[in-house]
């Protein structure tokens, strides 16, 4: 059985820093894209970074272009979100979406990933 599971939410002060993990069971993690997303109050599901691991390829959402990064633990299956300088409007669920040997070329590409997990909250406050 796939499962993707986020963790590390929390309430964090604005300015701060905060990394969030996809532990990622059942999947073979070679050749995947990943994606990270966010659902702020009131508001639709947005993709704000996308990554392929064929050619190392990264796509940034405007709102968190050179404030987040995306990184991964090949040998704990497990995907990592480290968002910096955190603003009160980053607040929202986060969630991450995972497959195996598919490539993305796109932000927007990751909409279509089959894996994704329940999300995890995060709250900045001013």
């Known amino acids: 059985e796939v499962q993707l599971v986020e963790s590390g939410g929390g309430l964090v002060q604005a300015g701060g820093s905060l990394t969030l993990s996809c532990a990622a069971s059942g999947f073979d993690f070679a050749h995947y894209s990943a994606g990270w997303f966010r659902q702020a109050p009131g508001k639709e599901r947005e993709a704000i970074l996308c990554?392929?691991?064929?050619?190392?390829?990264?796509w940034y959402g405007d709102s968190v272009k050179g404030r987040f990064t995306i990184s991964s633990d090949d040998a704990k299956k497990t995907i990592y979100l480290r968002m910096n300088s955190l603003k009160p409007e980053d607040t929202g669920i986060y969630y991450c979406?995972?497959?195996?040997?598919?490539?993305?070329?796109?932000?927007?590409?990751?909409?279509?990933?089959?894996?994704w997990g329940r999300g995890t909250q995060v709250t900045v406050s001013s």
């Open positions: 979406a995972f497959q195996d040997y598919y490539n993305t070329y796109s932000l927007s590409d990751c909409g279509v990933l089959e894996g």
């Open positions: 990554f392929s691991s064929s050619s190392e390829s990264t």
